[in-house]
């Protein structure tokens, strides 16, 4: 599963089985999936999600596909889109035991030694209550935290 579409969504669709992918940005949406047909792939669930301003994140069309996957069924997910603290904490169950959850941007969240720009400091607090609840299920959790200077990305491998 991959929150936030993008070029990523074509590279991985044509490295795994099937991909579902959630897209808020209608503009993008009809990019991404005009980019996904011209391409003939057809292992991807593209689902358009708008954002609704009246509801919890949690209750959100766009966390909705996440919310209704039953436990252990995705053997990735990618939190690169909105509401990445909720979409974060709400994918842990979803993973697969020995898979993966990893999270962009995640400099911008969680605190980390990095030297990117704009990070939460390693003595610093999580953003976000959400994200410190995230921090604390995923503690115990074999992690690789890479980065391009600028921002950082984090491989959280469920044992």
Known sequence: ?????GRSTSWIAKRCGYLVSIESDATWHN????????????????IFAPLDNNST?????YLSPLGAAPPESFDFILVDGDFRDHAAL???????S??????????????SETKSPSSVRQNEK???????EFNK??????????SNGITDTVFFFKP
Request: glycine share 6%.
């Open 57 to 61: 994140p949690t209750q959100s069309a």
């Open 1 to 5: 599963m991959e929150l936030g579409s």
């Open 90 to 96: 709400m994918a842990i169950p979803k993973v697969k």
């Open 137 to 146: 299920q995923v503690s115990g959790w074999k992690k690789e935290w890479t």
């Open 126 to 132: 999580c953003k976000t209550v959400t994200w410190e």
């Open 31 to 46: 990019q991404v999936n005009k980019m996904i047909r011209e391409k003939g792939i057809k292992n991807v669930n593209y």
């Open 98 to 111: 020995n898979g993966l959850l990893i999270v962009d941007n995640a400099n911008w969240f969680l605190p």
